[in-house]
C-alpha cells in the first residue's frame, strides 16, 4: 500500500514528525511480541518447575505461603495422583507438575487480559496525531503497571470465573486458527498474484513454475514420509485414513485449480497442498506415543536433548506464527484498496492487539493439550487425541475453505446465468 502526503499545511504544526510516529508505531509491535514471548515462557517455566520453586518460597519466607494442594484447588485443577500410591501426594512428581500447571494458568490468563485492555483502548485508532496512537506505541512504564496488575487478578477473583475462562479460552484458540487461516489465504493470493503471470500476458512466470514444482515435491514426498514414520503396520488404520485423505485433498486441489473453469494455476494449490501435508504431520504428531503405531519411533525421555530442542522450536514457531498473524492486518480487513495518507496508522491497532488476545488462548490450549483437567509432562506441548482431532479439524476446514474459494466464482457465476430474468417495465 502506497503512502501519501496528505496536501494542505498541516494544522498542528508536526507534519514532520508523522514518519517518526510511523516508525515509532512499527518498532512497537517487536516490543509487544516480545511480551508475549517472555509470558509464554514464564508459564511454562513455572508449568515444569513452579511447584518445586513455590516450596522452595515457603520454607524459606517468614509468611506461609498456600501448600501446592491448596494452590492446586485454588485455581480449580484437580491434582495428579501418584501412579504407584493412587492418591495424592504432596512430595510426589506427578502432583506438583500439575499444581505447577495451576500456577501457570494465571499466565495466560494475564496475557489475555493486557491485549484485551489495549484492543479495548486502541480501538477505532486511525491517525497517528490521535493520543490513542501514543498510547499504543509508547507509555511503556505505564502499560508495564497495567500488565502487572493483570497478573494479580486470576488471585482474587472467583474460581468459576477461571473454570469459565477454560472454557472460553478453547473458543479463542478455534478463532485464531480460524484467524491464521484467513492470514493464509491472504498470502496464497499474495504469492500467486505476484509470481505467476495474468491471463493473456506475455510474462513467463518461470519463478512461480518453480515454486510451484518445489511445493508439489515437498508435498507428495511429505506424504511419502508420513507413511513411513506413522504406519509401521497396517493395523495403524486411524493413521493411514488420516494420511491418505490428505493425500486425496492434495490431489482434488490440484485436480480443481487446472479446471478450464477455474484455472488458477498450480502455484496457489501448491502451496496450500504443503500447508495442508504439514497440518496432517502435526496432528499425527500430537498423537500420544505410547501405541503400536509409534514402536518405531524412540520416544524421547523428559528432559533430553531432543525433547528439549523440539519444544523450543515449537514455542518459537508458534510465537512467529502468531506475530505474523498479528501484523498482518490486512488480511482481515473488508477493504484493501483504501489509499493511505501519511497521517494515517501503518495497520490496525485493534486487529492486531486482539489476534495476540485470541493467540494468548491458543497457547493455554497448546500447553494442556486443549484439555482443562489433562496432565501433561515436562517439555511437552500440544500431545493428546483432543490435539489431534483439533489439528485433523482443522486439515480438513482449510482444505474445505480453499476448494470454496477456487470453485465460488464459477458456481455463482452459472447460478447467476440460469437465474430466470424478470421483464422490465
Known amino acids: 500500500m502506497t503512502v501519501i502526503k496528505a496536501g494542505g499545511a498541516d494544522p498542528r504544526g508536526d507534519g514532520g514528525s508523522y514518519e517518526a510516529r510511523r516508525r515509532q508505531s512499527l518498532r512497537a509491535r517487536y516490543a509487544y511480541g516480545f511480551v508475549f514471548f517472555a509470558t509464554n515462557l514464564l508459564a511454562w517455566f513455572v508449568r515444569d518447575y513452579g511447584a518445586r520453586a513455590l516450596r522452595g518460597l515457603h520454607r524459606g519466607f517468614l509468611f506461609r505461603l498456600p501448600s501446592?494442594?491448596?494452590?492446586?484447588?485454588?485455581?480449580?485443577?484437580?491434582?495428579?495422583?501418584?501412579?504407584?500410591?493412587?492418591?495424592?501426594?504432596?512430595?510426589?512428581?506427578?502432583?506438583?507438575?500439575?499444581?505447577?500447571?495451576?500456577?501457570?494458568?494465571?499466565?495466560?490468563?494475564?496475557?489475555?487480559?493486557f491485549f484485551w485492555v489495549m484492543f479495548a483502548t486502541t480501538f477505532g485508532t486511525r491517525k497517528l496525531h490521535e493520543a490513542r496512537?501514543?498510547?499504543?506505541?509508547?507509555?511503556?512504564?505505564?502499560?508495564?503497571?497495567?500488565?502487572?496488575?493483570?497478573?494479580?487478578?486470576?488471585?482474587?477473583?472467583?474460581?468459576?470465573?477461571?473454570?469459565?475462562?477454560?472454557?472460553?479460552?478453547?473458543?479463542?484458540?478455534?478463532?485464531?486458527?480460524?484467524?491464521?487461516?484467513?492470514?493464509?489465504?491472504?498470502?496464497?493470493?499474495?504469492?500467486?498474484?505476484?509470481?505467476?503471470?495474468?491471463?493473456?500476458?506475455?510474462?513467463?512466470?518461470?519463478?512461480?513454475l518453480f515454486l510451484s514444482t518445489i511445493s508439489y515435491i515437498a508435498s507428495f514426498a511429505g506424504i511419502g514420509v508420513l507413511y513411513v514414520l506413522y504406519v509401521p503396520n497396517s493395523s495403524c488404520a486411524f493413521n493411514i485414513f488420516t494420511i491418505t485423505w490428505t493425500a486425496i485433498l492434495v490431489t482434488v486441489m490440484m485436480a480443481v485449480s487446472l479446471h478450464s473453469k477455474v484455472n488458477e494455476g498450480l502455484l496457489s494449490s501448491g502451496i496450500m497442498s504443503s500447508y495442508i501435508v504439514f497440518l496432517c504431520w502435526s496432528a499425527l504428531h500430537s498423537e500420544p506415543q505410547t501405541g503400536k503405531c509409534h514402536s518405531h519411533m524412540k520416544i524421547a525421555k523428559d528432559g533430553d536433548s531432543a525433547t528439549i530442542v523440539s519444544f523450543i522450536i515449537a514455542i518459537c514457531s508458534i510465537v512467529m506464527a502468531t506475530f505474523s498473524t498479528g501484523i498482518d492486518t490486512k488480511s482481515f480487513q473488508f477493504r484493501n484498496d483504501e489509499v493511505q495518507l501519511e497521517e494515517d496508522t501503518p495497520y490496525s491497532y485493534e486487529i492486531f492487539h486482539i489476534v495476540f488476545a485470541m493467540g494468548a488462548m491458543y497457547f493455554a490450549m497448546l500447553f494442556i493439550s486443549w484439555e482443562l483437567n489433562h496432565p501433561t509432562r515436562k517439555w511437552s506441548i500440544d500431545v493428546g487425541w483432543a490435539s489431534t482431532w483439533v489439528k485433523i479439524i482443522n486439515e480438513w476446514f482449510a482444505a474445505s475453505i480453499y476448494i470454496w474459494r477456487l470453485i465460488s466464482p464459477a458456481v455463482l457465476r452459472n447460478h447467476e446465468e440460469f437465474m430466470p430474468h424478470r421483464p422490465t417495465i
Open 133 to 208: 496512537n501514543s498510547w499504543h506505541s509508547g507509555c511503556w512504564i505505564l502499560k508495564s503497571l497495567v500488565y502487572a496488575m493483570s497478573i494479580g487478578i486470576p488471585f482474587i477473583i472467583p474460581n468459576i470465573f477461571i473454570q469459565l475462562y477454560g472454557e472460553i479460552a478453547r473458543l479463542g484458540a478455534g478463532i485464531f486458527l480460524l484467524l491464521q487461516l484467513i492470514s493464509m489465504l491472504h498470502f496464497i493470493s499474495w504469492c500467486n498474484k505476484r509470481w505467476m503471470p495474468d491471463p493473456g500476458s506475455n510474462q513467463c512466470g518461470l519463478f512461480g
Open 68 to 113: 501446592p494442594s491448596e494452590f492446586s484447588s485454588r485455581i480449580a485443577f484437580p491434582m495428579c495422583r501418584s501412579a504407584e500410591q493412587g492418591t495424592p501426594s504432596a512430595s510426589s512428581p506427578e502432583e506438583c507438575f500439575e499444581s505447577a500447571w495451576a500456577a501457570s494458568y494465571p499466565f495466560y490468563f494475564t496475557s489475555t487480559i
